[in-house]
């Protein structure tokens, strides 16, 4: 279904605009100032340090210098000048109506009244009170682990703006920090490196790509998160005029005396031989964004203008804008549009995306203080999975589409079906990447694909395989992750939903009955896993972990023939399938047996003929379900884990 560009600005017209506010920390005195603010649902603050070393940090009425359990806190941030501020700043999000009472964690700065209060009540537990009460405090204290949470901590550093330089070129922070890179004039990048190798690409490092930006400020930005105390190292990759081997280089946290300094570094680019190289596509391990809009990907127009053109609204006005003024290569011209012009994993959807996929950009269900490490791991995985899909179903699409090659061979409804599946995947891609996004955590870099695109009937069915595997990882990451992380539930069940529909008219498409067959079948999501590598997966450049295990692929399974018998005096019929697949040498000795993963959480067991590898249908099965080969009959389904020979494989009964 499509929205008009009309009906969608309106629905927006009715939303409040968020308000921002800038404090500044310990500018002419022990203060904060504004000391007291009134703010909404959704604004945001941002504070700004002056000298000497203070800190934002959440208390309760209570116990005004203590920290609240959970609350959000700056880290100390040491600077010099009284009334430069630092390039540091923590911004906040008002995320509750309740008051939000806030000291400075620094020696006695909290008894001195070094305080703030956001939306105070006028009576009671007044500001004034809390002043008083913070005066006879005990001793402050800061969260143990020192490190910010709550909110984004800030650096900025300027890239190209006063000649060939990073400012500042060694960034001493905290981890959990957005390093953010500031462009300027002429055509700059960062790369990661490592410090033996300054101005070539650290493999799985981050890269903001060329950005070639002719105002100061650009208004490009490029986000990286510190990870941990460790030094990392970049440098500028622009090849012409040799950036890098003039000293564009930088680091995070170098240490500051031994072999391994900054000074080092940048004696070791200068003698370093060009030319420079940076990865192909940008960003990576970053966010680019172009005057507060994320940019999907920067080297080359976010959607070809063949879709660009057809689409209803302004489409990706946004996009296209940056990657002129950017001045990313793709305009109306450009080169046949590729799975690589989809939107990066991060990224905003996109005004044609979101009105394919029949709705407005997707916003979150409400974010939790937290997010555990399974849940971080099943999200990972699940985006690599979703990964896949949409480059599938976006190249199908193409080719389904005027001009492509396959044109002609589907009525335009199911093409524009088809389109939708791709808006649809590409936004559950985005509400995934958002939650790894919002608590920090890493978005992988993506895998190459083995694109099954040798023929349309092709096509389908390996995005039917893919969907059901995706489909069936999706309900057990669900389950697993229900007691730790109940908000990521609805945002897995609604992502089932769309694809379980998908699923239906797929089963119609193939001829298959449908009102039987769009069936959720549930599978651990390691074998889901373990499916898509064996089957869609050229080489991926980190493996997951899953459950704080290692990836695991087991071996292939296949199934090489289906052959019925009738007994005709019960009227009873029998099916068996002649199964394929090499055990390891260890699971040769014993017996075998296929479990049988059907709808509804069902799972049968029957034995498989060690010589003939054939194994018997349960009887009554139909549809699409899932076989593993496993060592043990009657495991239930959340440890099959430990008991898999081969698989899993699906197959239609
Ligand atoms: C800032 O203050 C904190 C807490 O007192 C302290 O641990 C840290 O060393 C200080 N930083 C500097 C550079 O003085
Ligand atoms: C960002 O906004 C500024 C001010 O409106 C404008 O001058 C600049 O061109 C914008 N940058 C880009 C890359 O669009
Ligand atoms: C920016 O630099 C890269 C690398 O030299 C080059 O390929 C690209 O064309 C440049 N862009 C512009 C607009 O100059
Ligand atoms: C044949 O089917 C009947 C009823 O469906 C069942 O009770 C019986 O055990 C079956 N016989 C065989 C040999 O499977």
């Given at each position: ?9 309106l629905?927006?017209?009715s ?7 800038d ?12 000391p007291?603010?009134?703010a909404?649902l959704?604004?945001t ?11 934002v940090?959440q ?12 609350g ?6 040491p600077?010099?000048?009284p ?14 109506e309740?008051?939000?009472w ?15 209060a ?11 009170a809390?002043?008083?009460k913070?005066?006879t405090?005990?001793?402050?204290a ?30 001493v922070e905290?981890?959990r920090?957005?390093v ?5 004039p002429?055509?700059h ?7 033996d ?13 060329h ?8 208004g ?5 998160i510190v990870?941990?105390t460790?030094?990392?190292w ?21 240490p ?11 004696a ?8 420079s ?12 964004s172009?005057n ?5 990907a920067?080297n ?14 302004t489409?990706s ?11 990313a290569?793709a305009t ?5 549009a590729?799975?690589q ?5 991060g990224s ?5 995306f979101?009105?394919?996929?029949g ?19 099943f999200?990972?995985?699940h ?5 896949l899909?949409?480059h599938?179903?976006?190249?199908a ?23 939708a599946?791709?808006?649809q ?6 509400t995934?990447?958002?939650?790894l ?9 993506s ?28 309900i057990?990451?669900?389950?697993q992750?229900?007691a ?27 001829n298959?009955?449908a ?5 959720e079948?549930a ?5 889901a896993?373990s ?6 997966v050229e080489?991926?450049?980190?493996e ?22 009738g ?6 019929s ?5 199964l ?15 479990a ?10 029957t ?6 590898k054939?194994?018997k ?10 076989i ?21 494989q699906?197959?239609?009964?």
């Amino acid at each position: 279904m499509r929205f008009s560009a009309g009906s969608l600005l309106l629905a927006g017209a009715s939303l409040a605009r968020a308000a921002h506010f800038d404090v500044d920390v310990g500018k002419g005195g022990l203060k904060f100032d504004p000391p007291t603010i009134k703010a909404a649902l959704g604004d945001t603050i941002t504070y700004h340090f002056f000298a000497k070393n203070h800190s934002v940090t959440q208390s309760s009425f209570d116990e005004p210098c203590q920290p609240l359990g959970g609350g959000f806190f700056s880290g100390y941030v040491p600077t010099d000048s009284p009334d430069i501020a630092s390039r540091t700043t923590f911004t906040i999000t008002v995320q509750e109506e309740k008051p939000i009472w806030v000291y400075c964690s620094q020696g006695d700065h909290c008894q001195k009244s070094m305080l703030q209060a956001i939306n105070a009540p006028q009576t009671g537990n007044t500001f004034e009170a809390f002043v008083e009460k913070a005066k006879t405090a005990p001793a402050s204290a800061a969260p143990a682990d020192g490190l910010p949470n709550g909110g984004h901590r800030i650096v900025l550093v300027d890239v190209g703006k006063n000649g060939l330089t990073f400012e500042p070129s060694n960034i001493v922070e905290l981890p959990r920090t957005r390093v953010r890179f500031n462009f300027h004039p002429k055509n700059h990048s960062v790369v990661q490196s490592t410090f033996d190798n300054p101005c070539q690409q650290l493999k799985g490092g981050f890269s903001s790509g060329h950005i070639p930006v002719a105002q100061s400020p650009s208004g490009v930005l490029f986000d990286v998160i510190v990870p941990d105390t460790q030094p990392l190292w970049f440098y500028c990759g622009q090849p012409n005029g040799n950036h890098c081997q003039s000293g564009m280089v930088g680091s995070i946290n170098a240490p500051a005396q031994g072999e391994k300094t900054l000074a080092a570094f940048v004696a070791k680019a200068k003698a370093a031989p060009p030319p420079s190289t940076i990865p192909e596509f940008a960003p990576l391990g970053g966010i680019i964004s172009v005057n507060g809009t994320i940019v999907h990907a920067f080297n080359g127009n976010v959607l070809p203008s063949q879709v660009s053109n057809d689409a209803p609204s302004t489409s990706s006005a946004t996009s296209t804008q940056a990657a002129n003024n950017g001045g990313a290569a793709a305009t109306k011209s450009s080169p046949p549009a590729s799975s690589q012009t989809l939107p990066a994993p991060g990224s905003d959807a996109g005004d044609y995306f979101t009105n394919k996929a029949g709705g407005g950009t997707p916003k979150h269900w409400g974010w939790a203080e937290k997010i555990s490490d399974v849940a971080t791991d099943f999200l990972q995985l699940h985006l690599r999975i979703e990964h896949l899909l949409s480059h599938l179903l976006w190249e199908a699409y193409l080719k389904l589409e005027e001009g492509g090659d396959w044109h002609g061979a589907y009525p335009q409804t199911i093409v524009d079906t088809i389109g939708a599946w791709t808006a649809q995947s590409v936004i559950h891609m985005a509400t995934t990447a958002a939650t790894l996004e919002h608590y920090e955590k890493k978005i992988l870099e993506s895998c190459k694909w083995k694109l099954p695109l040798g023929s349309v009937d092709e096509f389908l069915t390996a995005y039917n395989r893919i969907n059901l595997a995706q489909i069936g990882g999706l309900i057990d990451i669900s389950a697993q992750v229900a007691a730790a992380d109940p908000f990521l539930v609805p945002i897995f069940l609604t992502q089932v939903g769309s694809k379980s529909r998908a699923a239906g008219v797929v089963n119609m498409m193939q001829n298959h009955m449908a009102a039987i067959a769009p069936r959720e079948v549930a599978i651990p999501a390691s074998l889901a896993w373990s499916f898509v590598l064996s089957n869609y997966v050229e080489s991926c450049p980190v493996e997951l972990t899953i459950e704080g295990q290692k990836e695991k692929k087991w071996p292939g399974l296949s199934v090489a023939s289906f052959k019925s018998s009738g007994d005709a005096a019960t009227g009873n019929s029998t099916v068996e399938v002649t199964l394929k697949y090499d055990a390891e040498k260890e699971q040769k000795g014993k017996d075998h047996f296929a479990a049988w993963i059907g709808p509804f959480g069902e799972l049968e067991y029957t034995s498989v003929d060690k010589e003939s590898k054939v194994a018997k249908v349960p009887e009554g099965w139909s549809g699409d379900v899932f076989i593993v080969v496993t060592n043990e009959a009657g495991t239930p389904l959340d440890r099959l884990e430990g008991v898999v020979v081969a698989g899993p494989q699906l197959a239609w009964l």
